[in-house]
């Protein structure tokens, strides 16, 4: 079939307008994408520039806290120096645009905390003090003296215990209960205990009334770090939850946790019991914060703002 070349030379005109004009809206689409690319970049010098200069004038945090409290301090920097606490290293989490801490004070600390980041003060916290009970109690005379056996049992201990205060993780874990499921307090945190002999204790975590075999749950998301018999807290779990945030519960009748299991927020981790140097069965549960005893109530009122 013969074609006239009028058409011919028509075909070719359309395929050559269309090709230039494909080949335009390329052009004018990869100078859009170019264009917005620049706008991109330069909005993000603008971004980093500012975020630096607000680095730069990061004033020192003031905060105040009373004994046996933790607060959470967000600083801003892209410093990545060792963070010491009144000359304690203390672990940090670090964001995009800056590090996440926790600072806490022991009933019996009256010092205000300062936090120096490499040579840069970033933080002051004035510590207020705290009214705490006070209790007279009588308890079996074996509890007050201990056999040299028996002392170096609890040396042996202590030992392993610092071993765990000391390597707690650097990945903090979130997911923290704001109340515990225990509505009977039968001791509170920082109690002063004066025994029948006129020795004089605090103490150091929360008691609560539960029975022999009352499940006992985590507190908080985390990693099993201890899970054995101590002589003096008896059956005991110990949970790390990074940053140097530990959750301690004693006296557990039976424990279901194994030590180096990942545990969630709500796990049962045990029964409560009457296990190790104790009058009656209860939970008692304890807190480290930073390497003091802090206030587990206070604590996970605390973890509500995280």
Request: glycine share 8%.
């Amino acid at each position: 079939m013969h074609i006239p070349h009028s058409i011919v030379i028509l075909v070719f005109v359309c395929c050559i307008s269309a090709a230039v004009i494909i080949g335009g809206m390329h052009y004018y689409e990869t100078q859009r994408l170019w264009r917005d690319a620049a706008i991109a970049e330069e909005a993000a010098r603008e971004s980093e520039a500012a975020l630096q200069a607000i680095i730069a004038d990061a004033p020192v945090v003031e905060r105040s806290i009373s004994q046996g409290e933790t607060i959470s301090i967000f600083y801003p920097t892209h410093d990545q120096s060792d963070l010491l606490c009144n000359s304690t290293p203390t672990k940090y989490h670090t964001h995009a645009s800056g590090i996440l801490f926790f600072v806490a004070a022991q009933y019996d600390m009256t010092d205000d905390i300062v936090c120096t980041l490499g040579e840069k003060t970033i933080a002051r916290i004035a510590v207020t003090d705290r009214k705490f009970a006070t209790t007279h109690l009588a308890i079996p005379p074996e509890y007050l003296f201990f056999t040299p056996e028996q002392r170096r049992r609890i040396q042996s201990e202590k030992a392993i215990l610092r071993d765990i205060y000391a390597n707690s993780s650097h990945v903090f874990h979130f997911n923290m209960f704001t109340s515990t499921p225990y509505e009977r307090i039968t001791s509170p945190y920082g109690e002063q205990r004066i025994y029948q002999n006129g020795t004089v204790s605090v103490h150091n975590g929360t008691d609560f009334g539960l029975g022999v075999g009352d499940p006992v749950y985590a507190i908080g998301d985390g990693t099993v770090a201890l899970a054995r018999n101590l002589y003096l807290c008896g059956n005991t779990v110990i949970i790390d939850h990074g940053l140097d945030v530990f959750s301690v519960y004693c006296h557990l009748d039976r424990m279901t946790a194994a030590e180096g299991q990942q545990i969630s927020a709500n796990a049962r981790i045990g029964d409560a019991g009457e296990s190790g140097l104790t009058v009656g069965s209860h939970l008692h549960l304890a807190m480290k914060v930073g390497g003091v005893w802090v206030d587990p109530l206070a604590f996970l009122a605390h973890a509500r703002a995280l």
